[in-house]
């Protein structure tokens, strides 16, 4: 049986502080993917962020809403903790402020702390923020170190239950970051003003292209220092994470800019860091090409297929994308060094994907899932057993599709500002307990 594993982002966990986080519910997670088998746990991106996880203000800070109170308490820093009403929406709010600023007044430095903070990035980090905010930068390097340290032990848990974390890596910050400001070299910059934006040219479903709100990268400089700008972040993620997702591969092949102020009409795609930087990635012997898994969905051009296969890697493919219910048969599934998912965060569940197609398609999937002698009564449950059937390497499925819950679960629509995005939360982990045991041939 191909290794399974399950997508949960760490602010859907359940929490009694409004939001999850690194805290005890995350270890209980944990216990029940070892108990399962399960071998991995994709968690998202954990950078520090304004709520859209791939957006970061740094690549190095951990966001600061995913500090657990109980742990602060465990520390000692923290005395009694207030409770909120559990709910199946995250709260983003500054409830943990005040039991941080606690925690901080009785914070003694360790020789731990010391050596976190000599990394130059988390000071950037700490400085960026206190110029934001007027706060004391010591408060921010204190954050980074309880959270750094929360997460460590988080993953060393995991570890030692034999689950592996992936992480996500996005592929660009936004304009007003750590990262522009201390690496403005690295950005597409002219007279200290952003001169191109991120995004993707006119489709279908948008005129005018997409804006990402995000800067776009000056490949002469970042190869002007043998790119140790993205070298250091990739070993970075690799402590964080297990395995690390790279979002947007076509990027290093090739990215598309947009004109600042101007509409995706008027961009055009360049030429990205490509081999010259995975060339010097890889010099390091302990960076393992099967340590990163890269995300290549969508239109992607010969050239980049051909950067994904000179190193190897482990690509992605989506079932609700690959499955052509007209003619019963999954369009991807010849190669096997792939992870295949249902639907990931940007993707209906499977049962909201079900929901929207009209009888003749719902008939043609019960079809297809026959074919394929998987449940086609139980669609939801169906579609799990084929991800495990079909050629791949790694089948991960979302929370919710073990659920069987429909699309008013949905982690993210891309392109929208509604507010259910990135907010979906457990309220406990019962129902997943009982029904974990679907995520099986």
């Given at each position: 049986?191909?290794?399974?594993g399950v997508?949960?982002p760490v602010?859907?966990?359940?929490s009694?502080?409004g939001?999850?986080?690194?805290?005890?519910?995350?270890?209980?997670?944990?216990?029940?993917?070892s108990e399962n088998g399960?071998k991995?746990?994709?968690v998202l991106?954990?950078?520090?962020?304004?709520k859209l996880?791939?957006s970061?203000?740094s690549?190095y800070?951990i966001n600061e809403e995913?500090?657990?109170?109980?742990k602060?308490?465990e520390?000692?820093l923290v005395k009694r903790?207030?409770?909120?009403k559990i709910?199946?929406r995250v709260v983003?709010d500054n409830?943990k402020?005040?039991?941080?600023r606690?925690a901080?007044?009785n914070?003694k430095p360790?020789p731990?702390y010391?050596?976190?903070?000599k990394c130059?990035e988390?000071?950037?980090?700490?400085?960026f923020m206190?110029d934001?905010?007027?706060e004391?930068?010591?408060?921010?390097?204190?954050?980074?170190?309880?959270?750094?340290k929360?997460?460590?032990e988080?993953k060393?848990y995991?570890?030692?239950?034999?689950?592996?974390?992936?992480?996500?890596?996005?592929?660009?910050?936004?304009?007003?970051?750590?990262e522009?400001k201390y690496h403005?070299?690295?950005?597409?910059?002219k007279?200290g003003k952003?001169?191109?934006?991120a995004?993707?040219?006119p489709?279908?479903?948008?005129?005018?292209?997409q804006h990402?709100g995000g800067?776009?990268y000056?490949v002469?400089?970042?190869k002007?220092?043998?790119?140790q700008?993205?070298?250091?972040?990739?070993k970075?993620y690799?402590?964080l994470?297990?395995?690390?997702r790279?979002?947007?591969?076509?990027?290093?092949d090739?990215?598309f800019?947009?004109?600042?102020g101007k509409?995706g009409?008027?961009g055009f795609?360049?030429d990205g860091?490509?081999?010259?930087?995975?060339?010097?990635?890889?010099?390091d012997?302990?960076v393992?090409?099967?340590s990163?898994?890269?995300?290549?969905?969508?239109?992607?051009r010969?050239?980049?297929v051909?950067?994904?296969e000179?190193?190897?890697f482990?690509?992605?493919?989506i079932?609700q994308?690959?499955?052509?219910l007209?003619n019963?048969?999954?369009r991807?599934n010849?190669?096997e060094n792939v992870?295949?998912f249902?639907?990931?965060?940007d993707?209906?569940?499977?049962?909201g994907?079900?929901k929207?197609l009209?009888d003749i398609h719902k008939?043609?999937?019960k079809?297809?899932?026959?074919?394929?002698e998987?449940n086609?009564?139980?669609?939801n449950h169906?579609?799990?057993?084929?991800?495990?059937k079909?050629k791949s390497?790694i089948a991960?499925v979302?929370?919710?599709?073990?659920?069987?819950?429909d699309?008013?679960?949905r982690?993210n629509?891309?392109?929208?500002?509604?507010?259910k995005?990135w907010?979906?939360k457990?309220?406990?982990?019962?129902?997943?307990?009982?029904r974990?045991h679907d995520?099986?041939?």
């Open positions: 049986m191909k290794d399974r997508l949960l602010f859907s966990l359940p009694n502080y939001i999850g986080d690194f805290g005890y519910e995350a270890y209980e997670f944990i216990d029940i993917l399960i991995y746990w994709e991106p954990i950078n520090a962020c304004d996880p791939y970061p203000t690549y800070a995913y500090i657990s109170l109980d602060l308490k520390y000692g903790l207030g409770k909120r709910k199946d983003y409830y402020d005040k039991y941080c606690e901080f007044s914070f360790s731990g010391r050596k976190f903070i130059d988390i000071k950037e980090y700490a400085k206190s934001k905010t007027g004391d930068k010591e408060y921010y390097l204190f954050l980074q170190y309880i959270l750094y929360e997460w460590m988080l060393k995991a570890n030692s239950k034999n689950v592996e974390i992936i992480g996500d890596m996005p592929v660009y910050p936004v304009f007003d970051s750590a522009t403005s070299k690295c950005f597409e910059m007279n952003f001169t191109f934006e995004g993707t040219p489709d279908y479903f948008n005129n005018d292209g990402w800067p776009v000056n002469d400089n970042i002007k220092d043998n790119y700008y993205l070298v250091k972040r990739f970075y690799l402590k994470f297990d395995k690390v790279v979002d947007y591969f076509r990027g290093y090739s990215f800019k947009i004109p600042f509409s009409k008027e795609y360049v860091v490509s081999y010259g930087f995975f060339d010097e990635l890889f010099k012997k302990s393992n090409v099967e990163l898994i890269i995300e290549d969905l969508g239109d992607i010969e050239e980049t051909a950067l994904r000179h190193y190897g482990t690509r992605q493919k079932l994308f690959t499955i052509d007209n019963l048969y999954d991807d010849e190669a992870l295949v249902p639907g990931n965060h993707c209906s569940t499977i049962y994907w079900y929207i009209d008939q043609k999937l079809e297809f899932l026959r074919k394929n998987c086609d009564i139980n669609v169906g579609i799990m057993q084929y991800s495990l079909c390497k991960i979302m929370v919710q599709d073990i659920l069987g819950l699309d008013s679960a982690i629509v891309p392109g929208t500002k509604d507010d995005n907010s979906w457990l309220t406990d982990f019962n129902d997943l307990r009982e974990i995520f099986t041939i």
